[in-house]
């Protein structure tokens, strides 16, 4: 029965034209079409063999959430995270893709060789479709199009140490280099943009006293970097992403660029929209992550920034640790906020607060992550896309508890938070793959960039 086609129905479908009443069809894994409400009433009475009905009545009906930064961190750091742990607590959040970066995992993903050791590792183990980034590094330049061709997304790299001494940044020459070699083949660089110059320049301060911490991670980093990534993405014609922004104060300059046509998007994340650096405790490092959570005023520029659209994307950037690295320290413990499981309610809790629709949450969850990937099949609750879903009833409140997530170290910034948005169901090409957060099956697999 499993392979018979599927209809889902409820009152409220996110689709691209808005949220309506309406009755999705499902065919072999894929949407076939989406119809008024009242389409299959005669399957609700009589449902024939053929066919299921899955009727969600009022709960919402989201396209599944596309999450293009995670650190799995499997193989080699897989005691902080792996493949099969990341997309449990994934599938539980609503998430049903995601794309894996390049470091922490050893090795990193910087040749095919290495490549094909990761997807090697997380096949079998995938609740949800797993894709992979690249990593630009000195000297791999001459591997990024033999990646390309075998199927990452493209390529991350870091402006500023990374924090770990197997994935080195880039020097100015450095970026050059690499985004010259991108864009021969059209390809995307996804940065993380600090400048390491601010970085040194700033106090830096051992201790346990967030005000410090942040005063070490200034926004003029961010600025400063992205202001020179986006003037060498505009002589280069080439394509960059900005990951995790976290400074607003770089957010006309980014604005300014796409108005220019320079081919520059950005995206941000959870924790820095929902979290503010001055609730942050002392020696509260789970909230540890950098660039660092700022103060409230720039959060509510963030968000002016999602609705106006110079931000494309909220991605999770989930970095986890074992629980041991984060000492009460803000200069030494490792930075890193998991949210994989979290990301959907923590977002829509301040989302509605701020009056904006699932819609928008969509956009910003599931197509716009979509969209800066290529996940052409991804994104949107339309005909032709994968049956990707996850199912929400946005009005139900929840206490976050840490030893309910199911990612390998249950440590997180948001525990005995009261989020609204329960995920009550998670589906992967037409089937259901979660409960209520518990797991059916694992159906996920590993997938690979297709467009040219
Ligand atoms: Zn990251």
Redo the contacts with the bound molecule.
Sequence with gaps: MSDAPLVLRSTRVSTPEGTRAATVAVDDGRITDVLPYEAYDRYASAPPDSARLADLGDDVLLPGLVDT?V?VNDPGRTEWEGFYTATRAAAAGGITTLLD?PLNSLPPTTDVANLRVKQDVARGKAHIDTGFWGGAIPGNAGELRALHAAGVYGFKCFLSPSGVDEFPQLDPDGLETALTEIAAFDGLLIV?AEDPDQLAAAPQRTGGRYADFLASRPRDAETDAITRLVDLAAKLDARVHI??LSAADALPLIASAQREGVRVTAETCPHFLTLTAEEVPDGATEFKCCPPIRERENQDALWQGLADGTISCVVS?H?PCTVDLKTPDFSSAWG?ISSLQLGLPAVWTEARRRGHSLDDVARWMSAGPAALAGLGTKGAIAPGRDADFAVLAPEETFTVDAAELHHRNQVTAYAGRTLHGVVRSSWLRGLQITDHGQLLRKTGRLIERTTP
Excluded: I, T, Y
């Design positions: 930064h650190h970066m993380h990951l995790h950037d970095s890193g």
